[in-house]
């Protein structure tokens, strides 16, 4: 048991998904695991672990933002031992070519600022995937025939954007899309000696104005858990 994570010794496993949303955990868990049981709901946050293949895995919400999600990458890989952390959720296009449903497998997490920011003091630190992971998530992704980008995303401290010029800056540098979490999580992997990679769904897009509806984003989401899982145990 840790802080936030009230899971027993062993109710863990190596490999965790980290959806931001903790039901979305409960639908990823029930959907994707065999023999699923519930091993935490700390402060409404929910954790699933069960099997996918023969394989432990766990399935456990981050909530939104980095300051969240550090918490939980932390006390995961610190405490219960997890050594492979994949983020599954969604993200917004920045680039035309990226459409509503498109994976985003990413490469780097650009940033304003992350928790872990001033222990860097005057480096610019570049959080990246684990390369394995990442190669192992391009070829899942080229054998189901999703269509997957690969590059930098934004991880944002801020939902409500006041900076359109931002979004633009960062398309002509060719970043793919922006969400929330990702540059922390690549950060506390980093120093912790694990492993971490983000797999996104494009649900919405910051130049069309698109938007997937809400009753559609479950099943476009599958594509997403089972490049996540492929990945894992490549």
């Not at 780097?108 to 610019?124: D, H, L, Y």
């Not at 269509?147 to 991880?155: A, D, K, T």
């Not at 409500?160 to 970043?175: F, K, Q, S, T």
């Not at 912790?192 to 479950?218: C, F, K, M, N, W």
Request: aromatic share 6%; glycine share 10%; net charge neutral.
């Amino acid at each position: 048991m840790s802080t936030h994570i009230g899971a027993s010794p062993g109710d863990i496993a190596g490999t965790v998904l980290l959806p931001g949303d903790p039901y979305r955990a409960r639908w990823a868990a029930e959907t994707f695991l065999k023999d699923v049981r519930q091993i935490n709901a700390v402060r409404g946050m929910l954790g699933f672990t069960g099997r996918w293949n023969g394989h432990p895995v766990t399935i456990h919400g981050s909530g939104m933002g980095m300051p969240s999600l550090s918490i939980y990458a932390n006390e995961l890989i610190r405490d219960h031992g997890a050594r492979t952390l994949i983020r599954i959720g969604s993200a917004g296009a920045m680039l035309d070519r990226v459409r509503i449903r498109d994976v985003v497998i990413a490469m780097t997490a650009s940033s304003v600022s992350t928790p872990s920011r001033t222990m860097f003091r005057e480096v610019n630190f570049a959080p990246a995937a684990d390369f394995g992971l990442l190669e192992a998530a391009v070829a899942a992704a080229r054998a189901r025939g999703t269509p997957f980008h690969v590059g930098g995303i934004l991880s944002s401290d801020t939902f409500y954007d006041e900076r359109p010029d931002l979004g633009a800056v960062l398309a002509r540098h060719g970043c793919l899309a922006v969400e929330m979490e990702t540059a922390e999580l690549y950060t506390v992997a980093a120093r912790l000696g694990a492993r971490a990679l983000a797999v996104l769904t494009i649900s919405d897009h910051l130049v069309t104005q698109e938007a997937l509806p809400a009753a559609d984003r479950e099943r476009s989401f599958g594509d997403m858990v089972e490049i996540a899982l492929a990945a894992a145990f490549a």
